[in-house]
């Protein structure tokens, strides 16, 4: 309703405006052509209110031809124009030029600057003593800044209008805002009911296996007990990750990430992370090949933050393979840097959401399937990660073929 109703104001607004524009320039044109009409009988000779000969004729929307087809001294004529505008107060910038009544063609013409004031109406001899042959004459003026003073003279009508434009940009930026802001809490929404069903399912497991090991009248026999401490174990470890993550919300937070960097071997760090994800590939017999071909693999980076984002990468690259995982991690030398790609065949990512997925808290919609799950945290703290590095990441993907995450790193910021 507020944007029918603002859209409402501004067409009254702008068609007043319109409105207001045409009158004063209807106002202007009247004057102008009185004020030529009493320049063109007094070059006659004739008394004011004889009867008039031709009309002035509007021959465009700032320029305006007087027939007087008779003898025309320019510097009659120049004394009357600055005298009877500036009777009439029009007080902006002219040129007038004298044609030959048969063909129209030039003998003279000057440039009249603005504000003539009244006082000064005496003829300026400096001037001109111009050279006019004898003959028959008709005059145009032109007003070249006619539109802008008429504008000029409507003030308060530019000001409401420019007022108007104001509230609605304003208008428009709190809407945006608005929609933002109403994305963010959707996404939010979605963690908390994320976050919560992750936690739950360890707890749970945990509740149940301790409940065994404590509530057992005999003992267990010893395979059985150290089943349920496997289990207790296992799911606090679980736990431990999913903390782990949350806290990186923390981390982004943050403006500017504090960074310790030090000389760092990517190709160490790129070991180390897959360290971290070998039991889970081992279990869906997942292949990583590896070429490391950047022969300068040192840069002055931050081991721990660096680590985590690259088994972000790696993590996402097994969890989007529904198939058994086919990951393959490059790496070369470039520009000062280091490029490493991190490809993987799994489900890929629609074009139109590639933009979107280094937001915090997104995750591609897949409907009602959460076989996949995650806090949509992964990705914005990666490139968090690379930006504080001074590196670059971008994404190649295509739905059902797989995606590669292409990152570069400079060897020193
Ligand atoms: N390698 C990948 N293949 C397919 N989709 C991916 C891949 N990496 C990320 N995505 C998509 O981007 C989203 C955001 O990733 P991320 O920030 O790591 O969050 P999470 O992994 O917790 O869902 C994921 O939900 C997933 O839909
Ligand atoms: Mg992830």
């Not at 004739?46 to 700032?62: C, E, N, V, W, Y």
């Not at 070998?278 to 292949?287: N, V």
């Not at 002055?300 to 690259?310: G, R």
């Amino acid at each position: 309703m507020a944007i029918v109703a603002l859209g409402g104001l501004l067409t009254v607004q702008l068609l007043w405006l319109n409105k207001a524009f045409k009158s004063e320039e209807k106002e202007f044109n009247l004057s102008v052509q009185v004020a030529l009409s009493n320049a063109v009988q007094q070059l006659l000779g004739k008394a004011q209110g004889a009867a008039p000969s031709k009309p002035i004729r509007q021959i465009a929307s700032s320029s305006f031809l007087a027939e007087v087809n008779a003898p025309v001294r320019a510097q009659e004529l120049d004394t009357l124009l600055k005298y009877e505008f500036a009777r009439r107060h029009i007080t902006i910038p002219y040129e007038y030029g004298i044609l030959k009544a048969e063909d129209d063609t030039l003998v003279f013409g000057n440039y009249v600057p603005a504000t003539i004031k009244e006082k000064k109406l005496h003829p300026d001899q400096a001037v001109l003593t111009p050279n006019v042959p004898a003959g028959h004459y008709n005059f145009v003026v032109v007003f070249p800044s006619k539109t802008t003073y008429i504008f000029s003279e409507m003030q308060l009508w530019v000001f409401s209008t420019v007022a108007l434009l104001v509230v609605v940009v304003f208008f428009g930026y709190t809407l945006y805002s608005i929609l933002q802001e109403k994305r963010l809490t959707e996404l939010k929404a979605d963690f908390i009911n994320n976050m919560t069903h992750e936690l739950q399912t360890p707890i749970t497991n945990i509740a149940i296996a301790s409940e065994i090991l404590k509530n057992a009248d005999t003992p267990l026999p010893l395979a059985k007990t150290k089943r349920y401490h496997d289990i207790i174990f296992q799911e606090n470890e679980r736990l431990k990750e999913q903390v782990e993550r949350v806290l990186q919300i923390a981390e982004l937070e943050k403006k500017k990430m504090a960074l310790t960097k030090t000389k760092t071997n990517v190709h160490q760090l790129l070991e180390e992370s897959l360290r971290r994800l070998s039991l889970r590939l081992q279990k869906r017999a997942g292949q990583v090949t590896c070429h490391l071909q950047a022969t300068q693999a040192v840069i002055q980076a931050d081991n721990l933050h660096l680590t985590n984002a690259l088994f972000n990468l790696l993590d996402n690259a097994e969890k989007y393979s529904p198939q058994v995982p086919e990951i393959k991690i490059s790496t070369r030398n470039y520009h000062q840097g280091i490029l490493i790609s991190i490809a993987d065949k799994g489900s890929g990512i629609r074009q139109e959401v590639q933009s979107r997925i280094f937001d915090t808290f997104y995750r591609v919609p897949t409907g009602n399937i959460h076989n996949v799950r995650g806090f949509g945290l992964g990705l914005s703290y990666v490139k968090t990660v690379i930006q504080a590095h001074q590196g670059t990441i971008q994404i190649k993907s295509q739905e059902n073929q797989g995606s590669c995450f292409e990152l570069y790193l400079p060897f020193s910021a």
